[in-house]
């Protein structure tokens, strides 16, 4: 009996190490990259100070934002720079750590030792030895520099430096193959698997992947017993009209979270326009195709057809919609909703 308690005590140990989750101070590293990548510099400066009060040193800040010129341009690294320097200029009274000492490392000052560390440090977040032959410069500025220079300083963990990689490419669009090798590669420097994908759904679920300059709203309380997942609301109101006027093409911004979809439903006696502006989405009409949806892409319902739309399941996405008259009285009819098996079988 003794013997199969420490067996039982021995699982729930290796369970709970397995399932570790992320610390604040890691999701606040997280948040500070993601909005940097962005380039969204008004929420970064909250951001910023959050991190700061949350345990995040000023000089794990300074090498993240630094890391991620090599993800992000320097344009952004030093304008998330500055950001940091005026939050630390405007709060002097503020208790803020310090943190480690940033010293030179040696690397910099031997060429074939940066290069060495950098191949050591490429094929373990690989899993495998990586060599770039089809560009030998980049193969280079990678070993020699990104995984060897700034790999080589201490104010970041190399399992740290991943999670701000990640979350970096999180908040940039057309990066879909760095992203899911990073995301394999944080765990191969020193993460698990269930922190890498607890983060990129943190992430998510409280918006920071939402890069777009039409505004989110309000919760969709009013339809949300039609929806799967969260959406949000926003009027679009012309600016050229004086409060009691009234525009004839009334406008809604609605939101999706990623995997948000409404159901199955149909508009009488108007047509519905969807004007897509940010992030992916999908239209489907009951027995066609579905149809992946980009910003700029327009779709124009016809009246009495069964259709939904909604996010892909790995991106939020916000559409225009407005409807336009055409017989009888409008209305909606709301259906049955998209099923997971047919939602997660979408290509």
Not at 6 to 31: G, S
Not at 55 to 72: C, M, P, R, W
Request: hydrophobic share 35%; with cysteine; net charge negative.
């Amino acid at each position: 009996m003794k013997r199969i308690i420490i067996i039982l005590i021995a699982v729930m140990t290796m369970t709970t190490m397995n399932a570790q989750t992320l610390t604040e101070r890691q999701k606040n590293l997280a948040v500070c990259a993601c909005l940097m990548a962005q380039g969204d510099m008004n929420r970064l400066e909250p951001a910023v100070k959050a991190a700061l009060d949350g345990g995040v040193t000023i000089n794990e800040l300074k090498e993240a934002f630094s890391q991620l010129y090599a993800y992000t341009g320097f344009p952004r690294s030093l304008n998330a720079l500055g950001v940091l320097g005026k939050v630390l200029q405007t709060s002097p009274e503020a208790q803020w750590q310090e943190g480690k000492p940033w010293t030179r490392p040696a690397e910099w000052d031997d060429a074939r030792r940066a290069y060495e560390l950098g191949t050591k440090n490429q094929t373990q977040l690989s899993g495998r030895p990586f060599n770039f032959d089809f560009c030998p410069q980049d193969d280079y500025y990678l070993k020699a520099h990104l995984f060897g220079d700034i790999f080589a300083s201490d104010q970041l963990t190399p399992a740290d430096r991943e999670l701000v990689t990640v979350a970096a490419l999180m908040g940039m669009d057309g990066v879909a193959p760095q992203l899911a090798a990073h995301k394999g590669g944080a765990v191969n420097m020193g993460n698990t698997k269930e922190q890498v994908d607890e983060l990129c759904t943190w992430l998510d679920k409280e918006g920071y992947t939402l890069h777009s300059d039409w505004q989110k709203g309000v919760f969709n309380q009013w339809y949300a017993q039609y929806f799967v997942g969260d959406s949000y609301i926003c009027p679009v109101n012309p600016a050229n009209l004086g409060e009691g006027e009234q525009t004839v093409l009334p406008t809604v911004n609605v939101t999706f979270e990623p995997g948000c979809r409404n159901n199955w439903h149909v508009h009488h006696g108007c047509r519905q326009i969807l004007i897509c502006v940010s992030g992916r989405g999908w239209y489907q009409e009951w027995g066609k195709e579905p149809i992946a949806l980009e910003p700029g892409m327009i779709i124009d319902i016809p009246e009495n057809v069964k259709h939904w739309h909604g996010a892909q399941k790995d991106s939020w996405f916000q559409h225009l919609t407005t409807h336009v008259k055409t017989t009888g009285e409008e209305s909606n009819e709301w259906l049955e909703a998209v099923t997971d098996e047919q939602y997660n079988n979408l290509k």
